[in-house]
């Protein structure tokens, strides 16, 4: 089941994380692969780590605070940051699932734009401020957005 949120954090909170993610000096970093890094394609996109390995591993992880409270978050897997630059064609990336095990999954969109996100029997637009929740062990892809420069996701894997 997918379940979309709009307006999901208060204005003042959403406008905090976005001009952070959104500024020129915040770090994001290269990833050769978007699905599979065994098999040969030419996508690519950029991430930021914010928790991986049962522990923050960014300095912007306070970020998320209020964000991990409003999900009611018992336990992390993972917080990353995603990426897509704009494309001239649609591009629709391969289907996967984050983790093959039973878990909780949420996806935030800092911006609007064009590049879908494709569930089993629904397509969600990007919204700013819009929250996904989804089953991330079942089959997504995520696409590249034509109509701005940049596609910003964030991914919540959690308990």
């Known amino acids: 089941m997918i379940k979309v949120v709009d307006n999901f954090l208060p204005k ?5 994380i976005r001009d952070v993610i959104c500024a020129k000096d ?11 890094e065994n098999k040969p394609s030419d996508d690519y996109y950029f991430t930021h780590l914010f928790f991986i390995r049962n522990a923050p591993n960014s300095r912007y992880f306070y970020l ?5 409270e409003k999900i009611e978050c018992k336990a992390l897997i993972r917080i990353k940051a995603n990426l ?16 093959d095990y039973a878990h909780k999954g949420c996806l935030f969109y800092i911006n609007d734009n064009n590049g879908a996100t494709y569930f089993k029997d629904k397509k ?3 919204k700013a401020n819009r929250a996904v ?3 991330p062990n079942e089959l997504h892809s995520s696409s590249l957005c034509t109509d701005q ?3 910003i996701t964030i991914n919540f894997n959690y308990f």
């Open 124 to 126: 969600v637009l990007p």
């Open 26 to 36: 915040f770090p994001f970093f290269y990833n050769g692969f978007v699905t599979d």
């Open 84 to 99: 897509y630059m704009g494309s001239e064609k649609e591009v629709i990336h391969e289907q996967h699932k984050d983790y």
């Open 133 to 135: 929740f989804f089953k």
């Open 149 to 151: 420069k940049r596609r």
């Open 12 to 16: 003042n909170e959403f406008v905090k």
């Open 64 to 68: 998320w605070e209020y964000f991990l």
